[in-house]
């Protein structure tokens, strides 16, 4: 997955999915390339089960937690935003 | 002979079968060719608001957008959306250049305070050739 972002105030301005991006998806961009930065989350490959390969085990390479939980539930996108001095997702504050 | 494949369902025979009634795939039918997806959030604090997503493919391609039109649960409905009664109306639209995807939202007035449109693209390797 790769996640746009503002980089003054860390909203998350858009997405593109998926576990590997290619070239031509590393050349897209959501915004203004000035105003927004981008996290690009690939997958690794971290275990093969069986012999004839058909069971591997994959998870992001970074912020394993977040991007596997983000994966499986979309709308989770809505309750994240960017810390823009770590550069990474995390939850918002909730507000009193 | 031209290669291409072909799948029938059952009880038909692949090699001789002519009506794609009866066929489950064949790759003599041009068919898409699914590229990426994702989401675009647009604000808007005024009566118009837009966003865009720089697909660089060098030309049109074949894409759908949705919009979540529900503030609290994920409602989608394709673009375009047109809503209007007594108060005021609301059109939501997303269309594509070579370069990019554009993500609007018109309004009668704006709002009392700021509004994130959540928008679904998905964007496929077909050029429309428009």
Redesign the interface.
């Known amino acids: 997955m ?1 996640i746009f972002y503002d980089k003054i105030t860390g ?8 576990r590997l991006h290619n070239e ?2 590393l ?6 390339e000035n105003e927004n930065g981008r996290i690009i989350c690939q997958w690794k490959k971290t275990e093969t089960l069986n012999k004839d390969k058909t069971e591997e085990i994959w998870e992001p390479e970074i912020q394993t937690e977040l991007f596997t939980e983000l994966e499986k539930n ?2 989770l ?2 309750e994240l935003v960017v810390d823009t001095n770590k550069v990474e997702i995390v939850r918002r504050p909730l507000v009193p | 002979m031209t290669q291409k494949i072909v799948l029938t369902k059952s009880g038909f025979n692949a090699v001789t079968e002519t009506d794609a009634r009866n066929k489950i795939f064949d790759s003599s039918y041009e068919t898409l060719k699914y590229f990426s997806s994702g989401e675009v959030t647009v604000a808007r604090s005024g009566a118009s608001a837009s966003g865009t997503f720089t697909h660089n493919l060098g030309y049109i391609p074949f894409f759908i957008v949705y919009v979540d039109y529900s503030a609290d649960d994920a409602d989608f409905v394709q673009c375009p959306f047109y809503f209007a009664d007594f108060t005021g109306y609301v059109f939501i639209a997303a269309w594509a250049d070579s370069t990019k995807l554009y993500f609007e939202v018109e309004a009668s007035v704006a709002p009392p305070s700021t509004l994130t449109y959540h928008f679904e693209y998905k964007i496929f390797r077909n050029d429309t050739g428009l």
């Not at chain 1, 050349?27 to 203004?32: N, Q």
């Open positions: 790769i909203e998350i301005t858009g997405t593109i999915r998926g031509d998806q050349r897209m961009w959501i915004g203004d979309s709308s996108l809505k």
